[in-house]
């Protein structure tokens, strides 16, 4: 694990327990809220939230689709100690720790894969990618949300500190996609700078 990726995890670590309860939560469950308006899934669809924090998108999803069997994988074990326990579908969703760089799962077994305000912290986005393409099985969704402003650079992404948060426009998101055999399908804002990009796994 990298320094940066360290530091991430105790910083991550120590919100855990009173993440539910601050103000960013409240937009974030907004953000959730609106996702959903976008989410096509199959009737037993298998899904994984990477970067899940405490589960609440999962939970969300649990009760929108009674059939769906659901993974949380975040790099905070803190994190995912908050989502156990809040788990109100324990057959159904489970939480593991893991990198999204190197996650600890089997190739090809999602219908779909969320990421909600989490890819902003990755050191190495192509690594993140490759990964989600691995575990998606072919023609899933990969739903990615993250804020991206008009303002920056539509070619590049943001750093907005070194090693800190990266934020990447529209045609950054579809070039990192496309190299990871990621196919670009669409864009939507979803509350203020938030951008939803959905791609789908090549056939
Ligand atoms: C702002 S929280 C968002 C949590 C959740 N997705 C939500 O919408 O409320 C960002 C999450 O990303 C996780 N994260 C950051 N870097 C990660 C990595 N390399 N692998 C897995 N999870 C990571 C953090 O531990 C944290 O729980």
Redesign the pocket.
């Known amino acids: 694990m990298t320094n940066n990726?360290s530091l991430?995890q105790t910083f991550?670590d120590r919100w855990a327990p009173s993440y539910d309860w601050l103000f960013p939560?409240v937009v974030?469950q907004a953000i959730?809220q609106r996702l959903l308006e976008y989410v096509n899934l199959p009737t037993s669809a298998n899904v994984l939230?990477?970067?899940?924090?405490t589960g609440?998108?999962l939970n969300r999803l649990a009760v929108n689709f009674p059939n769906l069997q659901g993974t949380g994988?975040?790099?905070?074990s803190e994190?995912i100690s908050q989502a156990n326990s809040r788990n109100r579908y324990p057959q159904r969703l489970i939480f593991v720790s893991?990198?999204?760089?190197e996650m600890p799962l089997e190739n090809d077994v999602f219908d779909a894969v969320f990421n909600?305000?989490?890819f902003l912290?990755?050191p190495d986005p192509p690594q993140v990618l490759n990964e989600v393409n691995r575990v998606l099985r072919p023609g899933g969704y990969f739903y990615l949300v993250d804020s991206y402003f008009k303002w920056q650079d539509e070619f590049q992404y943001l750093s907005i500190s070194p090693g800190g948060l990266n934020l990447y426009s529209p045609i950054a998101r579809e070039k990192l996609g496309k190299e990871a055999g990621l196919n670009l399908q669409a864009n939507y804002y979803l509350l203020g700078a938030v951008l939803l990009t959905i791609f789908t796994k090549q056939l």
Do not use: Q
């Open positions: 990726t991430k991550f939560s974030y959730h939230d990477l970067g899940c924090g609440k998108l994988l975040d790099l905070s994190m893991g990198n999204a760089e909600t305000i989490s912290h990755y």
